[in-house]
């Protein structure tokens, strides 16, 4: 029969009683989530594959590329347009060792053509702002023909002039108010 370690033991008379363990120190809600993310990297889940995706495809690959399945070491990696199936192919063998390197089980890569579910296009915040007049890195910028300073070419095409002067002329013509946004 095992005896209680002596932290566990009190005199009690001529005998000893039983004192319940001490508690196990708390863990920091830090180390619980390393040790969940290290569980799912020794289970070899998608779920932290995903996680590291972005940061072990590198930028333009991790956003065309993603991985789909995880089957016994084998990673099916889905490629949304041939060329980026291509370049995926290209890039296979390091992308492989940075997977193993950052500790994915992951024996083999294979790469498939993957469309995305397509993307809701009217009433979708993202598209829309994908298409904003206001974005310069989409349509470009240019001096505004009205006042002069420079704005994106996006409202120039769709006013005439920057949203800046566009609010002038909205505030100018109140009555009867004839808004188009
Ligand atoms: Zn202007």
Redesign the pocket.
């Known amino acids: 029969m095992g005896r209680a370690p002596k932290s566990q033991r009190r005199r009690f008379g001529k005998g000893e009683v039983l004192m319940p363990p001490e508690p196990a120190p708390v863990q920091a809600i830090s180390g619980c989530l390393e040790a969940l993310q290290s569980s799912w990297r020794q289970e070899g889940s998608l779920a932290a594959l995903w996680q590291d995706w972005p940061k072990l495809a590198g930028d333009p690959l991790s956003s065309h590329c993603q991985p789909l399945a995880m089957r016994s070491g084998m990673l099916t990696v889905g490629a949304s347009h041939p060329q980026w199936r291509q370049a995926l192919l290209y890039s296979k063998p390091q992308l492989l060792a940075a997977i193993r390197a950052a500790g994915h089980p992951v024996r083999d890569l294979r790469i498939q053509q993957h469309h995305p579910a397509p993307r809701q296009v009217v009433g979708d915040p993202l598209e829309e702002w994908k298409r904003h007049p206001s974005r310069i890195d989409v349509h470009g910028i240019a001096a ?6 420079p ?1 994106p070419m996006g409202e120039m095409a769709q006013w005439g ?6 609010r002038i002329e909205l505030s100018e013509l109140s009555e009867p108010a004839e808004r188009d946004q």
């Open positions: 505004c023909p009205r006042c002069g300073t704005s002039h920057c949203s800046f002067c566009r």
